[in-house]
C-alpha cells in the first residue's frame, strides 16, 4: 500500500497569506504545506482521505489518475472545500463514492446543494454516491477493509481511518478510552503508545509551566510554613510530588503508565529545578 500525504498544513495552509511570520517566509519547501488530505494506493486501487482546497494542485502535483472514492474525517472547510473538483474524475469515471459520517454528509448537501440537488441539476455539476460511516462499522474499500476510529476535535466527532497497519488520524484532541486498544499491531496497541509518547513529549517540554507549578506550591505551602526543620531532600521531595501528580492527573494515563510518567516528571524536576528549589530553601534557612 502506498501512502501520499497530499498536504500536511494547517486550516489556513502554509505560508499563510500575508504572513511576515519567519515561517512562511522561509525558502525551504518544508515550510510549503498544503491543506491535510492523504491519498491511499494499492494495486489498481485509489482512495483520498478528505478533500480541501488544495485537491486539484494536490491531485495535479501527485499525478493522482483516479479516484475510488473520498473517505471523510470531518466536515471543516480545509478537509472539505475543494469536492467541486472531482469533475475531471467524474468524467473519466462516472459517479464517485463518498464515505462520512452521517453529520458530515449533511453538512456536505448544505455546502454543496448544487451536487445533491434531484431536479435540474446542472450536468457539469459533480456527482457523488453518499455512504454513511457508523462508529465500530468496518466498511470495504477494493479488497482491504477501512475501520472508522473515532476521536475527538475538541468537542467535535471525527472519524479516523485504519486500513490493514497503517491508521490515518487528523485534527485530533482526545481520543477515547475505549477506542485506544482497537488501533493494534500483533497485539500492541502502537498508535496508542505513540499519542502517549507525544503527550509525555508535550508536557516534559512545558519546563515554564513546571516552574510556574512549583512556584504556586511554593507560594501557597511553604511561603508561611517554616521550612528550617525541613531538609532540603524532602522539600524537593513534597514540591517535585505535587507537580507530578497535578500533571499526570490531567493525562488520561493509568496504572504503570501512570507511576512511570509521575516518576520521569519526578525526575525531570529533580534534574531541571534543583538549584532553584535549593536557592529558595537556603533562603529560608
Ligand atoms: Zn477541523
Keep these: 500500500m502506498n501512502v501520499y500525504f497530499l498536504g500536511t498544513g494547517t486550516s489556513q495552509g502554509i505560508p499563510v497569506i500575508g504572513s511576515k511570520h519567519s515561517v512562511c517566509q522561509s525558502v525551504d519547501s518544508r515550510d510549503k504545506r498544503l491543506r491535510v488530505s492523504v491519498w491511499i494506493s494499492w494495486e489498481n486501487h485509489s482512495y483520498i482521505i478528505d478533500c480541501g482546497p488544495d485537491f486539484r494542485q494536490q491531485m495535479l ?45 449533511d453538512n456536505l448537501k448544505k455546502r454543496f446543494d448544487y451536487i445533491f440537488e434531484t431536479k435540474n441539476k446542472y450536468p457539469g455539476a459533480p456527482s457523488v454516491k453518499t455512504i454513511e460511516v457508523v462508529n465500530n462499522y468496518s466498511f470495504s474499500i477494493g479488497n482491504k477493509m477501512a475501520v472508522p476510529i473515532n476521536v475527538m476535535h475538541g468537542s467535535l466527532q471525527v472519524f479516523g481511518y485504519r486500513i490493514d497497519d497503517f491508521a490515518y488520524l487528523t485534527d485530533v484532541k482526545t481520543i477515547d478510552k475505549n477506542d485506544k486498544g482497537d488501533i493494534t ?20 517540554r512545558r519546563a515554564s509551566d513546571m516552574k510556574e ?26 514540591c517535585s510530588n505535587y507537580v507530578a501528580n497535578e500533571i499526570a492527573n490531567e493525562t488520561n494515563l493509568e496504572g504503570d503508565e501512570f507511576v512511570t510518567f509521575r516518576n520521569q516528571i519526578k525526575n525531570y524536576i529533580r534534574n531541571n529545578f534543583y538549584d532553584y528549589l535549593k536557592e529558595y530553601w537556603e533562603s529560608r534557612q
Design 185 to 204: 499491531i500483533n497485539g500492541k496497541p502502537l498508535l496508542r503508545f505513540r499519542i502517549i509518547e507525544e503527550q509525555k513529549y508535550r508536557l516534559l
Design 61 to 105: 502535483a501527485s499525478n493522482c489518475q483516479k479516484v475510488d472514492a473520498i473517505l471523510y474525517t470531518h466536515e471543516h472547510s480545509d478537509h472539505t472545500a475543494g469536492l467541486d473538483d472531482i469533475r475531471p474524475f467524474n468524467f473519466k469515471q462516472g459517479e464517485i463514492p463518498i464515505y462520512a459520517h452521517k453529520r458530515v454528509i
Design 213 to 238: 507549578r512549583l512556584e504556586k506550591i511554593i507560594k501557597n505551602d511553604f511561603s508561611t510554613q517554616d521550612i528550617k526543620s525541613l531538609p532540603f531532600d524532602n522539600f524537593i521531595l513534597i
